[in-house]
């Protein structure tokens, strides 16, 4: 069905009816002029918003709206993640254009909501307009967190241990692997290319790309991170590692030293390995989009941090001075933030 | 300036110098995961978010970029203004094309902050991104309101006064002069168009193309129409009279009657009417973003809300069943919404 024969208000209404809010603290959700919503009096708000583009931030020539739908609000709810919060709510901004059907934006929220539920998130309100140029997305996620909990950029000493959850360069591979023309199992965008220029994928490839095209955020961890208080500084790695956590060092005037032979790398990314174009030590420091979480820890709470078993993987050390370090193979070598910057002229000149 | 001369992070340490937040209740501002924010215990929270997209809701060549910042906040404080509640903090994303320079957007700040300090809203965070066509703009508003004061779309019943602020009719007559090739004091866009198409104004062409460029969001006024405690429905007029009265009575199920000769115009309209196609109640039912707000008072409360003074006129009644009429003239025409839907067929059709 074309979104015109449907109007603004009829499509507002198909999403409302797709995202009944669950929440009691949902006082008013989609369809008024503002949400309005109860948060937990002890705690401070958390607010973030991500925006995302068709043509800079996915191709739907292999992204299907199902999967984009559940990737920006895994985008958004990482950020809340990162501050050691607890997602509770969404607002979605979204440009169609008329090449968009209905099924298509209700597989959007279909894959939105199914993500959002995962953490009892409510969708409670937004905005729909027509784009005349490729369709636009931007969530804001709102949570909250104790203040004497909450874990920012800010905090990281020389010294303190650099981890990581989960593993690392999943996401920038699964990208690579889709634009080679292999897809994942029951995903697939509009199909513009020729049939059989799409590869039968086997199962790690498939990982690979549904690391990419569904990220999860790291909401339970993030929040085992918090609760803790172990940590010093956390953020998500969603521009790749040396950008990260070269803003963890900017923001703290401090330096890091990362070894490669500790950073967590996926089974599935070494059984890829001939697919790929670059060693996995590439995805991870130039590629962004794992979602993972990098925090610090002092010495003198490791003990007690590791007690804990949060899944995690310390990969470096903060140091003094302002330079980070990469020591590979025995050699001390100077990293460079690398990953993904919107303006950076070579991203001009594509 | 370029902005891949400075990256997309140098962009956000430009910003963040620009918009340095001056409310105590900002813990954590612009630059980290997310923003962390402190709000009234007693109160609840409102949020909301509008996207405008260039080429749908904005056109650069007769838009200057002060004025699209101003608007963007604007549009969306206005919501929150719809509920009775007072704005407290801005999100914005951004996506911009290459051809978009540094000083526009730290123009675009200026006049978004310029609002945004007028309300003592403070910017705490947002996205920048590239966008390969055209700019985009979403911006979240959060703000608060007593769940006793709150006013929504729904309340309203039949018998009801049905009251509007300010002036109807100026931002939609103000575009079409644009449109025209006029232009305002102080404003103007890139400058596609030569300059001897550009019509010398006079002031109330002006005032009413500053009312289009750089609307006022009803802050106060909806915060004392809340407070009064004396309207049952609210909402802010942003697509149109027709269409927006349109939504309440949908919301309530009930129809209302309109009296044209009861609607409340400008001076400016009446005096610019030779450059102007259409009747001023053309503007009024059909043109949007007036962002005046419509609220409903019942006959028991009608003394003590003309008590306080609150500037606004009444304009007609809500009425049982389920159709909206326009009083013209001795006649009474039925009133069909006919305000801005983005899907509409017509919209599709340009």
Redesign the interface.
């Known amino acids: 069905m074309k979104?015109?024969d449907?109007?603004?208000?009829g499509?507002i209404k198909k999403i409302k009816e797709q995202s009944k809010g669950r929440s009691p603290s949902t006082?008013?959700g989609i369809?008024?002029?503002?949400?309005?919503?109860?948060?937990s009096?002890s705690k401070?708000?958390?607010?973030?918003?991500?925006?995302l583009?068709?043509?800079?931030?996915f191709d739907l020539s292999y992204t299907d709206l199902y999967s984009l739908g559940w990737k920006s609000a895994a985008v958004n709810l990482?950020?809340?993640a990162?501050?050691g919060?607890i997602p509770r709510?969404c607002?979605?901004?979204?440009?169609?254009p008329?090449t968009i059907s209905v099924e298509q934006i209700k597989e959007f929220y279909k894959g939105f909501n199914a993500l959002c539920r995962k953490y009892n998130v409510d969708l409670?309100?937004?905005?729909?307009?027509?784009?005349?140029?490729?369709l636009?997305v931007?969530v804001?996620?709102?949570?909250e967190?104790e203040?004497s909990k909450?874990l920012?950029?800010?905090g990281a000493q020389p010294g303190d241990l650099i981890f990581v959850t989960g593993t690392l360069g999943d996401s920038a591979a699964g990208l690579e692997l889709l634009k080679a023309g292999y897809r994942g199992h029951g995903t697939g965008g509009r199909g513009k290319g020729s049939k059989s220029a799409i590869r039968n994928p086997q199962s790690e490839i498939a990982r690979l790309i549904t690391k990419h095209l569904q990220p999860v955020p790291r909401t339970e961890w993030g929040r085992k991170i918090a609760l803790s208080g172990c940590a010093t500084a956390?953020?998500?790695i969603s521009d790749g590692l040396s950008s990260d956590l070269g803003?963890i060092c900017e923001?703290n005037r401090v330096g890091a030293e990362i070894r490669a032979d500790q950073i967590p790398f996926s089974k599935d990314i070494h059984k890829a390995a001939d697919h790929l174009k670059a060693i996995p030590l590439h995805y991870v420091l130039s590629g962004g989009e794992d979602y993972e979480l990098l925090f610090t820890v002092p010495p003198s709470k490791l003990k007690k941090f590791l007690s804990l078993k949060i899944s995690s993987t310390q990969i470096g050390t903060i140091i003094a001075g302002n330079k980070m370090f990469l020591r590979d193979d025995g050699k001390r070598v100077v990293l460079k933030p690398k990953g993904f910057?919107?303006?950076?002229?070579a991203?001009?000149s594509l």
């Open positions: 979104i015109s449907l109007g603004e208000f499509l006082l008013i369809g008024d002029d503002a949400a309005a919503l109860s948060l009096p401070k708000l958390l607010a973030t918003t991500d925006m583009l068709e043509g800079v931030h990482s950020d809340i990162a501050m919060g709510f607002l979605t901004a979204l440009g169609i008329s409670v309100g937004g905005d729909t307009c027509r784009s005349e140029k490729g636009v931007s804001t996620a709102l949570g967190v203040k909450m920012t950029r800010a956390m953020i998500d803003h923001e910057n919107h303006f950076a002229r991203e001009y």
